[in-house]
Structures are given as structure tokens and as C-alpha cells.
């Protein structure tokens, strides 16, 4: 199952690649924020994370409720983390 999930910049690794470490319920990832970039984003800015790229930008209590839902499915949202945990962006 592959989940769109929220996380928050923690960082912007890559000004020039468009590259920002997020923090997923505590994994942290790098990455491509391009696809949000027009929108403006920056540290503490939350984004929604499918395979590697922030597709859309997100508030707060949007980003808290989704990590709510997706905790409620279990194994699902476990499997999701432990992908997300093994990819990486250099």
C-alpha cells in the first residue's frame, strides 16, 4: 500500500536540488520539495510525502488529524514507515 504521509520540514538540506529533511512520526527522511516550492515552504512548514517528494503543503491540525487516521490502521501505516525509513535522498 503506498500512502501519502504527512511529516514536517526539519530542515532544507539543498537549496539548489530542492531538498529538505522532513520528520515523519520520528523517522527523518530527505526529500524533493520541488513540487511545493512555488508555494513557499520552510522549516516547521508541514508537507504530505509520497515516494519521496512533498506533493502539497499542509497545516498543522490538517498533518496531526491525517497522523491520527493512519495510526488507527496498524500494520498498514507501520509497513509505510519502515518503507519510508529504508528510502533515501542524498
Known sequence: MCLGIPGCIVE???ERFDIAKVDVSGVKRNVSI??????GIAVGDWVLVHVGFAMSKIDEKEARETQKALQLMGAP??????MFDSSQIE
Do not use: F, H
Open 34 to 39: 520541488t513540487l511545493v516550492r512555488p508555494e
Open 12 to 14: 532544507i538540506v539543498d
Open 77 to 82: 501505516y507501520k509497513d509505510e514507515l519502515a
